[in-house]
């Protein structure tokens, strides 16, 4: 059964850039039917998404966000990543990764528990 | 971007009755070569990731209770829960993805009344 794990620093300063990876288990990163993806959620509120990416290395951002954010995938760990730099107090939520049902950046079917970053000095 | 407003914010059910939330995206999200609406449905339970519910606007995931179905199309959609139980009291998202950047809508609170 295919699974997600976040991973990174809970607790990043402003101005910094948060790191997280995560990492896919039970099924493949490779498959060319899906892509994979990072979604946040700040305290209380609803769902932001922030890019996604394909095997291959093609990353798809909202522009949003576009200026301060880096998703990768390495596939030799079966894992893909997010830097965000700059970082703030308003970066501050739980980081989702997901994978995207389909052929292309559509709806999320399988979901990491997700991590929480802490944006504070 | 597509904006995507739900109502109501929030609705308090009784055990056994239906509820009903609605979607409206700022654009159409029909996409008229393959005649599919590009929009989904998640349940999410206090801290918990969203599940998926439903895609396609109205094409279960599989495990989900034939209870949840979903209608609409083009800008308007619907997620309906019928013969509510108690574990379905959760917040529910919509989400269109005919475009980017993908969006949700900002959640609808169900409770138990």
């Known amino acids: 059964q295919l699974q997600l794990q976040e991973s990174g620093p809970g607790l990043v300063k402003p101005s910094e850039t948060l790191s997280l990876t995560c990492t896919v288990t039970?099924?493949?990163?490779?498959?060319?039917?899906?892509?994979w993806g990072w979604i946040r959620q700040p305290p209380g509120r609803g769902l932001e998404w922030i890019g996604s990416i394909y095997y291959s290395g093609s990353t798809f951002y909202n522009p949003s966000l576009k200026s301060r954010v880096t998703i990768s995938v390495d596939t030799s760990k079966s894992q893909f990543s997010l830097k965000m730099s700059s970082v703030t107090a308003a970066d501050t939520a739980v980081y989702y990764c997901a994978r995207h049902l389909g052929s292309y950046y559509f709806h999320m079917d399988v979901w990491g528990k997700g991590t929480t970053v802490t944006v504070s000095s | 971007d597509v904006v995507m407003t739900q109502s109501p914010d929030s609705l308090a059910v009784s055990l056994g009755e239906g509820a009903t939330i609605n979607c409206k995206s700022s654009q159409n999200v029909l996409y008229n070569s393959n005649n599919k609406n590009y929009l989904a449905w998640y349940q999410q339970k206090v801290g918990q990731p969203p599940k998926l519910l439903i895609y396609?606007?109205?094409t279960r995931e599989s495990g989900v209770p034939d209870r949840f179905s979903g209608s609409g199309s083009g800008t308007d959609f619907t997620l309906t829960i019928s013969n509510l139980q108690a574990e379905d009291v959760a917040v529910y998202y919509c989400?269109?993805?005919?475009?980017?950047?993908?969006?949700f809508g900002g959640g609808t609170k169900v409770e138990i009344k």
């Open positions: 039970g099924g493949s990163l490779t498959s060319i039917t899906h892509y």
């Open positions: 989400q269109q993805y005919y475009s980017s950047p993908l969006t």
């Open positions: 396609w606007a109205s």
